[in-house]
């Protein structure tokens, strides 16, 4: 039932954006895994649009919020504010009381806004004055970088950056996608009018089915050597990749890897999960997570590199 429902979804949102299969899939899997989403790629490759359709196509309350230099706490989370009729405080909730929030551009703005943001992310939960107050379920953090530009930004310190569970690299369109998006767009007349096709409740029970999804105990192991291997390389035969790497990946890769080849042997169709399934997010839930050294920046080695000489030598089972 909710697999045809989910197939809607993605021929409703391909009405608007084209290409990025890619993004769409890793989109669906954060939502129903509950984990918050890094998207890293230059401008202008729809990844506002294609987050702000999801939300329609879900019926969820969604924000943007522009991430900028000049940008406080209390302009995310909310503040107290004095109403002189009542005498007295009253609380005025800010933009992260959503389902889905779009953090745009978050690495431009300072770190007492980042950490605000992390930790909603992490607590499910903000403190304004000295009440507590329990965020909107579901909640997904849907954040974007530019790697272009450097000027003026303030990078994701490591330990912060691991609280998303994928960090998802978008790529330019081939040409036949760029052409459909060319044909379509300089239609000054194009107006998309999205579906709602899910709601909350569905993607409640979709969360539950997910979470029913077998994964054998031979490939939760391979999850741990997988993870092993990024922090003692050496054990595993990876002597040109010790050199580089300075600290392995952090439990929530060992978390994250299971819950995604569960949603994604989900999406797929299977109650079980493939050697595929974890070889295919390995990337992406590993390549904000490992930390190389200097050598590597000098030498040009690249995370991904190292992850895929990870799974060439690691053996499953």
Do not use: C, W
């Not at 009405?15 to 129903?32: M, Y």
């Not at 839930?285 to 000489?309: C, F, P, Q, W």
């Amino acid at each position: 039932m909710y697999l045809e429902k989910i197939k809607e979804v993605l021929d409703e949102m391909g009405k608007v954006v084209v290409g990025q299969d890619r993004l769409l899939n890793r989109l669906l899997i954060g939502l129903f895994t509950g984990g918050h989403i890094l998207l890293e790629g230059v401008p202008g490759l729809a990844k506002t649009l294609t987050i702000n359709v999801m939300a329609k196509v879900l019926q969820l309350d969604f924000r943007r919020i522009q991430f900028t230099p000049d940008l406080l706490p209390a302009d995310l989370i909310g503040t107290m504010i004095y109403k002189p009729k009542i005498g007295d405080y009253e609380v005025k909730k800010g933009p992260i009381f959503s389902n889905i929030i779009l953090a745009d551009e978050v690495n431009r703005s300072p770190a007492k806004v980042q950490s605000a943001l992390l930790e909603a992310m992490q607590e499910k939960q903000v403190t304004i004055g000295d009440q507590t107050y329990l965020l909107d379920k579901p909640f997904v953090v849907l954040a974007t970088q530019n790697p272009v530009e450097q000027e003026g930004t303030y990078p994701l310190p490591e330990a912060q950056i691991d609280r998303f569970m994928m960090k998802v690299y978008v790529d330019y369109l081939n040409k036949q996608e760029e052409l459909e998006v060319m044909r379509r767009m300089s239609d000054i007349t194009f107006d998309y009018q999205i579906q709602p096709i899910l709601n909350k409740q569905d993607i409640f029970a979709i969360r539950e089915n997910v979470n029913k999804v077998n994964i054998s105990e031979t490939l939760e192991r391979y999850i741990i050597e997988l993870v092993f291997a990024t922090r003692r390389p050496l054990e595993y035969g990876l002597r040109d990749e010790a050199r580089y790497i300075q600290f392995g990946v952090s439990p929530r890769a060992t978390i994250y890897l299971n819950r995604a080849a569960k949603a994604l042997a989900y999406l797929e169709g299977r109650d079980y999960v493939l050697p595929e399934d974890i070889k295919a997010l390995a990337p992406d839930i590993m390549n904000h997570r490992i930390m190389l050294n200097y050598e590597a920046e000098a030498d040009g080695v690249k995370t991904t590199t190292i992850i895929d000489s990870i799974l060439r030598k690691v053996a499953i089972g």
